[in-house]
């Protein structure tokens, strides 16, 4: 079993739809949690980074982590075909470089 | 625009050869991270440099070596290439051991 699963998808929504995107986990060492945007197959480009449990938000974007069920979500709200990547979830412990990513889902904003 | 570079964009070359993927990290940055990714996986951490010592390793195969350089760019060499070994290698960096971490554009490889 993979330490953070991430459902693939495809999503498809329509354009001004929120979207919610999740990731779960098993690792309870993970303290800090990362969502990243990947247009095909560039550069991941970091959205959110937040630490512990707790939302935050920024423009569109809201992250929401539930250390408790180990569950990590992000929303975009008002979603525009721009946004049509994978997303990327990641996380990793307090003294650790590495990060530990989910396998992505993709998601497409039709016009 | 990350602020990480890395050369070269793309390298086609044949099973058995050598190659070195070449990164410089953002300015300010200590941290380099290197992953793979290929089709059928999802990123994979490979082994991470700190001021020009390594400090974490993922699944890195034997035949994969890197180094951080005084200077703080680092390089990825890859050897007795596989067909498997073809994949999408991205490099990261951060201030800090950990951190925010910043991916650069990317370098394809293809074997064949």
């Known amino acids: 079993q993979k330490e953070v699963e991430q459902d693939p998808g495809p999503l498809s929504v329509p354009e001004g739809a929120i979207v919610s995107l999740n990731c779960t986990y098993s690792?309870?060492?993970?303290?800090?949690f990362m969502w990243y945007r990947q247009y095909s197959r560039k550069g991941p480009e970091l959205l959110m980074y937040t630490y512990s449990s707790g939302n935050k938000e920024d423009g569109r974007f809201t992250a929401q982590v539930d250390k408790s069920s180990k569950y990590i979500s992000l929303f975009i709200r008002d979603s525009q075909p721009s946004d049509s990547a994978t997303y990327l979830c990641a996380m990793r412990g307090t003294n650790a470089g590495k990060s530990t990513f989910g396998d992505g889902t993709t998601l497409t904003v039709k016009p | 625009d990350s602020g990480v570079t890395q050369t070269p964009k793309h390298l086609i070359t044949a099973t058995g050869q050598r190659v070195t993927l070449r990164c410089s990290p953002r300015s300010g940055d200590l941290s380099v991270y290197w992953y793979q990714q290929s089709l059928d996986q999802g990123l994979q951490f490979l082994i991470q440099?700190?001021?020009?010592?390594?400090?974490a390793k993922g699944n890195i195969l034997e035949r994969f070596s890197a180094q951080q350089f005084p200077d703080l760019h680092s390089e990825l060499n890859l050897s007795s290439l596989e067909l498997g070994d073809s994949a999408l290698y991205f490099c990261?960096?951060?201030?800090?051991?950990?951190?925010?971490?910043?991916f650069g554009p990317g370098t394809r490889l293809t074997v064949l």
């Open positions: 990261a960096s951060s201030v800090a051991q950990g951190g925010e971490q910043f």
């Open positions: 690792n309870s060492a993970f303290q800090y």
């Open positions: 440099y700190y001021n020009g010592e390594e400090r």
